[in-house]
Every structure is written in structure tokens, then in C-alpha cells.
């Protein structure tokens, strides 16, 4: 996710309205990742946002985390199962799905990660930076 942009204040909520989400550290900059992972997790491409470390949520009796590796977490509600976040545990942020935000209609897609496993299936047309799972791998590197 881009760090250069400026800072949103984001809500969102699941589908059944037990859990709430509010960053003051969010962007409104939309990345997609190709990931098996996250395709696995949530059926198709991870279409996200950014929210930063400044993240709470309402209802955290209904959140539910998986630790889907030594690097990532993801949260759920456990009511709906509405899909609420990614962790990334070394940084502390907060990526949301883009459909669970009230500013949704404001987003603009910024970037596509994973692009050399994405499958052939399914394409975007926007004009995004495109970065393969080497570079990924290599931003986050020592």
C-alpha cells in the first residue's frame, strides 16, 4: 500500500452490524492482491485499503483472527463472516477489504500485487503499477 498519500479518516462495518471498524490512518488508494491466499480467503482477488495502525473496532466479542502465516493475520466476524481485515504483525497495519468502507465510492485503484499468480480468468482494465511476488517479497526485505 502506498505510504505517500494522505491520511483518511475511514468507517466501515460488517454485514450484520455487530463489528465497526474507524482508522484515522487510512487511504483511499485501492490495491488488488493475486495471491493464492487471498484468493483462497476470499474467493476472488483481494480488492483492499490501507487503514494504517490506527485502527479500532466495535464489537471486538464478534472478531475472530486467524493467523494465516508468521507475517499475517486476518480477521472475520464471527457472527456474519464478513471478512474485516489482513494484520501485517511486524508493521501493525491494517488492510480492509474496500467493500466493507463507507468511502468505498471515493476509492481509486492504485495497484495490483501478486500479478505474476494471477490467474488467466479475470483481468482489470484500470492503469495500476503492477508488482510480481519477487518484488512484493523484496520491499519487505532486511
Given at each position: 500500500?502506498?505510504?505517500t498519500s494522505s491520511?483518511?479518516?475511514?468507517?466501515?462495518?460488517?454485514?450484520?452490524?455487530?463489528?465497526?471498524?474507524?482508522?484515522?490512518?487510512?487511504?483511499?488508494?485501492?490495491?488488488?492482491?493475486?495471491?493464492?491466499?487471498?484468493r483462497k480467503w476470499?474467493?476472488?482477488?483481494?480488492?483492499?485499503?490501507?487503514?494504517?495502525?490506527?485502527?479500532?473496532?466495535?464489537?471486538?466479542?464478534?472478531?475472530?483472527?486467524?493467523?494465516?502465516?508468521?507475517?499475517?493475520?486476518?480477521?472475520?466476524?464471527?457472527?456474519?463472516?464478513?471478512?474485516?481485515?489482513?494484520?501485517?504483525?511486524?508493521t501493525g497495519q491494517?488492510?480492509?477489504?474496500?467493500?466493507?468502507?463507507?468511502?468505498?465510492?471515493?476509492?481509486?485503484?492504485?495497484?495490483?500485487?501478486?500479478?505474476?499468480?494471477?490467474?488467466?480468468?479475470?483481468?482489470?482494465?484500470?492503469?495500476?503499477?503492477?508488482?510480481?511476488?519477487?518484488?512484493?517479497?523484496?520491499?519487505?526485505?532486511?
Amino acid at each position: 500500500m502506498s505510504s505517500t498519500s494522505s491520511l483518511h479518516h475511514l468507517t466501515g462495518h460488517c454485514l450484520c452490524g455487530k463489528v465497526g471498524m474507524q482508522s484515522n490512518s487510512g487511504t483511499l488508494h485501492a490495491e488488488v492482491c493475486h495471491c493464492g491466499m487471498c484468493r483462497k480467503w476470499s474467493g476472488g482477488p483481494y480488492l483492499a485499503v490501507s487503514a494504517g495502525t490506527e485502527v479500532t473496532f466495535s464489537g471486538e466479542d464478534y472478531v475472530s483472527r486467524f493467523s494465516s502465516s508468521d507475517w499475517g493475520e486476518r480477521g472475520f466476524c464471527k457472527n456474519c463472516g464478513t471478512h474485516l481485515f489482513y494484520f501485517l504483525k511486524p508493521t501493525g497495519q491494517y488492510i480492509v477489504p474496500a467493500g466493507l468502507l463507507d468511502q468505498e465510492s471515493q476509492l481509486e485503484m492504485e495497484q495490483q500485487i501478486f500479478i505474476d499468480k494471477k490467474p488467466a480468468y479475470y483481468a482489470f482494465s484500470n492503469n495500476t503499477k503492477n508488482l510480481t511476488e519477487e518484488e512484493v517479497f523484496a520491499q519487505f526485505a532486511p
